[in-house]
């Protein structure tokens, strides 16, 4: 396991692993992890959608065995919970968090897509209403094909019914 | 059985559900035909079905919130709502409305939720309906979201069709602007759910677009697997047939559902004019095939010649009247009023009734506003678990 994390280990927190290359910054973006709500002094906070306070590490095109190039995101002393981090799978589908407590790996999973995702994507049709900017709407998307398996995910619109294949231009 | 509280997509709708609308329009029909209609007239006074009167939605009124003209849709709806009994307002987009005057929709349909006890919207955006049903504390009615859907015209093409007695294993051909038109995109979908044959007709570049015959095969299975899983039988599933030839399909279908090729698609004034000439439905035409239904979605310009009017082959006019029955069957089930849905009503009710004792307090009004999309999402839930057991529940 420490094998693969590579470079640093961290003594508690949470390690996301096997992240598309090229992707970590839109997988911190995702999870809304940035300067502004990276506060200090809150290492007990349970705030979900932000790692308050926590230092963050990203490695960039690491070389992997399976992927060939890969991204890492390390966030130190705090668990990300699956609801918080099944979002990334939106553009790294074979990622995996590891969780760590004392440079030990007590869990891993993957990361699933989830069935409605708000708020993330926004929709590629122009005259969405999710588009309008007058009204008071947040973007909603249905996810109609999984990422399980190499599949490509497929999103629709949950207002327009637009599909939606490759997201990475409508973060 | 009816579970919807709002008509927004036709994509919500299962065939079941679709059926139970098609069933309450039929039962609706005889207070829809007006004296002068000239249908139903029987040779005595009392076989006169036409004079019946309902008082179905007495005391209930009906909102018209039209962002963009369409009068026959709001006049059908208008005419539907009176009919039964119920009373209409107007809100067109005037320069003195607030609907131009700046306030977005999702105000004007809070603000509207408070005068009437359903809204019938038409709006420029995709998706406007969706939201708008997620807002108002009253059934919201799709009546054209943009480019998007509308549901209503698509359950009075299938209505015109089953009073043809042709919704059973039919065989249609949908003729004209596939990609654009978006009549065409929910009633293929609908009639997937039949398991209809359908021929695409139309110019090379106005094909279907390849996401639409996505969701018809999706459609097709999905209706197969609910009458497996009900031990009903007979899978449905929607055999698609795609060319730019009109007369190769005249000899092979039951209907002609014709919709308008719009100039603005085409830059070249000559070459729309060739298609345009190309999917003209002549009287020469109807010498294929005798027996071949016309439809059309209305307003037409030249796709049908007027020649065809007075020929039996024609429906569209029918079509267009159907639009009352269907209307009503929607407003009364939206509404709680008649039918499955207002005994469920009336049994849940029971004690609060007299509590209230408001004129919306008769069917649907307790419960939380829903959607089908909500629907459709606990069902992907259901499916995920299914797919990935314990899994699902992991950390
Ligand atoms: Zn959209």
Redesign the interface.
Known sequence: MKKELKVVPIKNGTVIDHISAGQALNVLRILEINAKNTRTSTRTSTRTGAAGGAVVSVLMNVRSKKMGRKDIVKVEDRELKSEEVDKIALIAPNAKINIIRDFEVVAKHKVFLPNSIEGIIKCANPNCISNAEQEPVVSRFVTVSGSRGGVQPRFRCFFCERLIEDVSGYL | MFTKRHLI?T?DFSKDEIDFLLSRAEELEKFARGREQGWGWGEGEGEREGEEESDLLKGKILANLFYEPSTRTRLSFETAMKRLGGEVLNLYSTETSSVTK?E???DTIRTVSGYCDAIVLR??????S??AASLASVPVINAG?????HPTQTLLDLYTLKKEGLLENLRIALVGDLKYGRTVHSLAYALALYGATLFFVSPEALRMPE?VKMDLRAAGTAEAEAAGAAGAGAGAGAEVFETSDLSAVVKEVDVLYVTRIQKERFPDPAEYRKVAGAYRVTRGLLKENEDLVIMHPLPRVDEIDAAVDGTKNARYFKQAFYGVPVRMAVLSTLLGAGGERRREGEEKQGASKNARGNRRNSGVGEEAPRTL?ER??DD??RE?YEQ?GK??A??
């Open positions: 997509s994509r700046g977005n929709l999702a709006h420029p955006r995709e998706g406007a969706r939201m979201d943009g480019a998007g859907q996401e999309r459709t999402a992907r839930e995920c990935h899994d699902a992991r950390f």
